[in-house]
Each structure stands twice: as C-alpha cells, then as structure tokens.
Nanobody, 125 residues
C-alpha cells in the first residue's frame, strides 16, 4: 500500500513557474515508478511525466516536455514536477500516481495503482 499526497498547487499568472510535489509513504518505494497526470474539466486524465522513485528514467509526454521537468527531491523526499512558462491551458487538477515496477515507464492511467487526491493549478491572464 502506498499513500500519495500532492502539494504546491495554486493560482498563478500565465508565464509563471510552479513546482508541485508528491510525497509518498509505504514500503519498498524504491521499486515504484511515480507519474504525474492532469485533468481539466471535461477532459480525460492526461499523462505528463514519470520517473522512478530513485530518480532515474525520466519520461515526458509530448505536450509538456519542453516546459516541464520531473525530478526526485532528495531533501524533501518527494517527486517534484517543475512547470515553467505556464499557459491558460495548463489549468487542471494535477495528480501523482504510483505503480510497482521500474523497468519501463508507463503512460496510461490504468497502469498506475495508487493515486493522490490531486492539487488544483489555475493559470490566469
């Protein structure tokens, strides 16, 4: 069992940067991959990026690979999603998710077993 808690969301202006954090608790976290997804109203949940809990094997969805980065924050023991040059269309609820295994990166929500409750990001003009 893995528990995930997202933090760092909020209201920002277009062009701003924002970092979201995903804190995890549970056993054998080093065997998990963590992914970030987002869901805007009326849209399906979309994959953004993933990384192993140990900080290896980054992978990004095409829609954000030039503006978002994902990393393991050793100081806070979180998986962080750094977002830059935010656009209005980045407004969504952002979720982190975890799946056991780290030999390959999966990009669909059905591949992930554990989910956080999400954090809202709203980008305004």
């Amino acid at each position: 069992q893995v528990q995930l808690v997202e933090s760092g969301g909020g209201l920002v202006q277009a062009g701003d940067s924002l970092t979201l954090s995903c804190a995890a608790s549970g056993r054998a976290l080093h065997t998990y991959t963590v992914g970030w997804f987002r869901q805007a109203p009326g849209e399906e949940r979309a994959f953004l990026a993933a990384i192993t809990w140990t900080g290896a094997g980054e992978f990004f969805g095409d829609s954000v690979k030039d503006r978002f980065t994902i990393s393991k924050n050793g100081a806070s023991n979180t998986i962080d999603l750094q977002m830059s040059d935010l656009k209005l269309e980045d407004s969504a609820v952002y979720y982190c998710a975890a799946r056991m295994g780290y030999s390959s990166i999966r990009t669909t929500q059905d591949d992930y077993t554990y989910w956080g409750r999400g954090t809202q990001v709203t980008v305004s003009t």
